[in-house]
């Protein structure tokens, strides 16, 4: 199938060092955040633990920079602890994501750190949570799904994603990425991400505050772009900021909806290919 043109803006409010550009690289990470109901019935090889990638500077993992971020509040319970993490990892591995790089992502990001200390508890849930403005932070399985199918196997250089939310998702992308870029377009929920990733001082995302619906034609092309919620349809801005090759996930739909990979394979062509049914907030433009 191929598409029409689209083109899209972004602002700017930077989470860390804007001289860095280096991504945190893992072995390993993890999927996506929906409903899952392809739970697969074999569970996939075991994969090795994370760990970061020697470079020469600005590369570190996330286990380096909480020690040397301000001291965070203990952790008062057993149901946020690394191996309800590793459990999670585990669930999201036998649900069919397989991507070893991937599944570190998501076993080296502490998921209990961008959500209210309330649901703290609940954190490695299979399930998304509520953030405030009508938003939710996403299933870890839709989470870790998205992302594989967006590297599909290879190198994600420059990844756009539209709705930052709490962060949590950024972060995830910032393990197997070289360059982030996330927009979100309701105020105190990009203030709320800036919050939560600081202490992470992740060297390689940027956080900016405006139209996700328009893009960040500034900071294109992108070879990765995700949607973290849902509309009728992909904006035309996004499909024209993917660089020839890329890919973009995006949840298409409003009642039923369903994950979308959309592959750019000339100046003006597309492909599309619908995946798994999913549920997201809405797509909305502006800001607010």
Request: charged share 20%.
């Amino acid at each position: 199938m191929t598409e029409k043109n689209r083109t899209f803006p972004l602002p700017l409010s930077s989470v860390t060092d804007q001289g860095a550009r280096k991504a945190t690289v893992f072995k390993p990470v993890a999927t996506p955040q929906t409903a899952t109901q392809n739970a697969a019935r074999h569970a996939p090889p075991q994969y090795p633990a994370p760990r970061a990638v020697a470079t020469p500077s600005k590369s570190h993992s996330y286990a380096l920079e909480r020690a040397q971020a301000p001291a965070a509040p203990p952790r008062q319970s057993a149901l946020v602890s690394d191996g309800v993490r590793r459990a999670m990892v585990q669930r999201i591995a036998r649900q069919g994501v397989k991507d070893p790089l991937v599944l570190g992502a998501m076993d080296t990001v502490p998921r209990h750190m961008f959500m209210d200390e309330g649901l703290a508890p609940q954190a490695y849930v299979d399930a998304s949570l509520p953030i405030g403005h009508h938003q939710t932070i996403s299933q870890p399985y839709i989470v870790a799904r998205m992302i594989e199918v967006l590297r599909n196997g290879g190198q994600l250089q420059r990844v756009l994603e539209i709705g930052t939310g709490c962060g949590y998702q950024a972060a995830v992308l910032s393990c197997v990425a070289q360059e982030v870029y996330s927009i979100e377009r309701i105020k105190p929920l990009h203030e709320l991400a800036k919050a939560n990733l600081r202490p992470l001082r992740v060297p390689n995302l940027r956080l900016h505050y405006g139209d996700g619906m328009l893009g960040l034609p500034q900071a294109a092309p992108f070879d990765g772009i995700i949607l973290a919620a849902a509309g009728m349809e992909v904006p035309q801005a996004l499909l024209d900021q993917l660089a020839i090759g890329g890919r973009l996930v995006a949840p298409v739909g409003v009642r039923t909806q369903h994950l979308e990979l959309i592959t750019r394979t000339g100046k003006a062509e597309w492909t599309s290919e619908t995946l798994e049914d999913c549920h997201f907030v809405p797509l909305r433009p502006g800001v607010i």
